[in-house]
T-cell receptor, first 114, second 115 residues
Framework: EAEVAQSPRYKITEKSQAVAFWCDPI?????LYWYRQILGQGPELLVQ????????DSQLPKDRFSAERLKGVDSTLKIQPAELGDSAMYLC????????????FGAGSRLTVL | AQTVTQSQPEMSVQEAETVTLSCTYD???????LFWYKQPPSRQMILVIR??????QNATENRFSVNFQKAAKSFSLKISDSQLGDTAMYFC????????????FGTGTRLTIIP
């Protein structure tokens, strides 16, 4: 069964350091999402891509976060510099274009900022 | 803006019993979808069930069914004959603004099935 791949699964870093997460969506899925899930809360959308274009990044803290999907396939989410409040699970998901919000999630990347 | 509210942070039920998880939502859209996602401990989130708002018939998937009350903006999940593998966080989610398929999630309900 096709899966959304994410790496690393776990990342521990000190505040002010840079960190990057990688996501490889299911082949053929044009839409890719990055969600942030703080412990005990529901996921919140950070950025949505349609192919290589950003559709929605209204909740992305652009002073420290950046995301790219250069060839419309895999994607990287970067945080620089990391802050204590960035500790969370970063979830990547993908979907077929216009398939009624049916998202397939990856296992997530858990970030701990010390 | 759209919101999703889950008012039950935690629930527990004996194995084989039935449990209902509550969800209310708000949206100004006419066309939207509602979802229940399951997130087992340390595992990825998976789709449990989906409901199209324009359909009056409640969706069912094996032991999982929903009670969709559009006028009340309520969308509850019923799990029948609960199993130990149902232990997980359950998130209600709303997908509106058709064509921009992002989901808005609730805060989740932690469900524990007791042997």
């Amino acid at each position: 069964e096709a899966e959304v791949a994410q790496s690393p699964r776990y990342k521990i870093t000190e505040k002010s350091q840079a960190v990057a997460f990688w996501c490889d969506p299911i082949s053929g899925h044009a839409t890719l999402y990055w969600y942030r899930q703080i412990l005990g809360q529901g996921p919140e959308l950070l950025v949505q891509f349609q192919d290589e274009s950003v559709v929605d990044d209204s909740q992305l803290p652009k002073d420290r976060f950046s995301a790219e999907r250069l060839k419309g396939v895999d994607s990287t989410l970067k945080i620089q510099p990391a802050e204590l409040g960035d500790s969370a699970m970063y979830l990547c998901a993908s979907s077929l274009f216009r398939e009624a919000n049916v998202l397939t999630f990856g296992a997530g990347s858990r970030l701990t900022v010390l | 803006a759209q919101t999703v509210t889950q008012s039950q942070p935690e629930m527990s039920v004996q194995e084989a019993e039935t449990v209902t998880l509550s969800c209310t939502y708000d949206t100004s859209e006419n066309n939207y979808y509602l979802f229940w996602y399951k997130q087992p401990p340390s595992r990825q989130m998976i789709l449990v069930i989906r409901q199209e708002a324009y359909k009056q018939q409640n969706a069912t998937e094996n032991r999982f069914s929903v009670n969709f009350q559009k006028a009340a903006k309520s969308f509850s999940l019923k799990i029948s004959d609960s199993q130990l593998g149902d232990t997980a966080m359950y998130f209600c989610a709303l997908g509106a603004n058709f064509g921009n398929e992002k989901l808005t999630f609730g805060t989740g309900t932690r469900l524990t099935i007791i042997p």
